[in-house]
């Protein structure tokens, strides 16, 4: 019994290289489109900070955690 139908198959190997470049084409793609949205994401208040600051709610929690 002969097939007169050919199916076209994909090796593993290939699928899996395709798939590979795939998602790493999106990847770059996604790093290249959310470039531009970093800095709108700092918030100005957090640029002036001087850092750690011990608060009354801070000290009031040292207080009640006996640290």
């Not at 007169?4 to 795939?22: V, Y």
């Amino acid at each position: 019994m002969t097939d007169s139908k050919q199916t076209k198959s994909i090796p593993r190997r290939d699928f899996l290289r395709k798939a590979g470049m795939t998602s790493g084409a999106v990847g770059a793609a996604a790093v290249a489109l959310s470039t531009g949205q970093a800095k709108a994401a700092v918030s100005p208040a957090k640029e002036d900070s001087a850092g750690y600051r011990e608060t009354e709610h801070v000290r009031t929690y040292y207080r009640l955690a006996r640290i």
